[in-house]
């Protein structure tokens, strides 16, 4: 039983409204996580903040994915392992990278290396 209800983004107003609109506008999508985030629009703000913060930095987005694919596999999260496929192939990963991913492998050796290391 969950003890935070996730916000309708149709009925979601102020604060939570704006910023679930923005999430669907990027992701075409509003993920039930960021909807029970939005109970607390402060939450979801800093969520979303951090996000973009370390979506600036040198790890191009299917990187990120990848290693995000082998973590959440390891840590056994079915949420994150559907939430990190879809955003992964927006990132423009194959089914078969999401696939290698999830077994902690990668073609590339950058990649290969990176995911190691997160592991």
Known sequence: MSRLQALDPAAATGKAQALL???????????NMMRTMAASPAVLEGYLGLSGALGTGRLP????????????????????LAAHSLLGGNAGLAATDVVAARRGDASEPRAQAAIRFAL
Do not use: D, M
């Open 21 to 31: 609109e923005g999430v669907g506008k990027k992701l075409g999508l509003v993920p």
């Open 61 to 80: 987005a299917k990187l990120r994915e990848q290693i995000a694919l082998a973590v959440a596999e390891a840590n056994g999260c079915g949420y994150c």
